[in-house]
């Protein structure tokens, strides 16, 4: 059977593209990436495969590491159906800032949820200052864990899988089911 996924990482990156037709019916074609049908519910999914896929090439991870990083959700999802396929444990360091139905959403997703109390306590908002707060609590757990922290605002891997694969339409230029 031709068409049969291994896992749901095969997902990522084959979004697809629907015409709006009814938005400027005879002034021209308007396409809409549909990146709400990712596993993870967002364009972050395809950060996440890539930033796990290059962590285990270059050596950075191994099968059943944990991997750690910071999130307010959307990396945080996407981070989790990846390890979760991968078999990886995930752990995500969140500031008490965040809605409880993001919480909800990453555990659901199979994530360990640390949430870190907020820095300038505004409940339903988070600051920068929250942010920093939970980068911090990230690091401490990937070093108590051994864990891979993906620092996914500095990891080339990040930043590299937005420019290959964000704007090119439904088409991956990464492998994404190797």
């Not at 400027?24 to 990712?38: S, T």
């Not at 307010?72 to 809605?99: E, T, Y």
């Not at 070093?143 to 937005?162: G, L, R, T």
């Amino acid at each position: 059977m031709k068409n049969v996924l291994q896992d749901v990482t095969g997902f990522i990156c084959n979004t697809p593209l629907m015409e709006l037709r009814q938005t400027c019916p005879g002034k021209g074609r308007i396409l809409a990436k549909m990146e709400f049908v990712q596993p993870g519910g967002s364009i972050k999914d395809r950060a996440a495969l890539k930033i796990i896929k290059d962590a285990y090439e270059n050596g950075k991870l191994a099968k059943g590491q944990p991997v750690v990083e910071m999130t307010s959700g959307n990396m945080g999802a996407g981070l989790a159906v990846v390890c979760g396929a991968m078999k990886n444990p995930f752990i995500a360091a969140m500031s008490k800032g965040n809605s409880p139905e993001r919480v909800r959403i990453l555990k659901a997703l199979g994530a360990e949820v640390v949430l870190v109390p907020q820095a300038d306590g505004t409940p339903g908002k988070v600051t920068g200052n929250d942010i920093a707060k939970a980068v911090e609590k990230a690091k401490e757990i990937a070093k108590e864990k051994n864990a891979f922290y993906v620092d996914q605002f500095n990891n080339p891997s990040c930043i590299s899988a937005h420019y290959t694969t964000t704007d090119r339409g439904h088409v991956s230029t990464f492998d994404n089911r190797s």
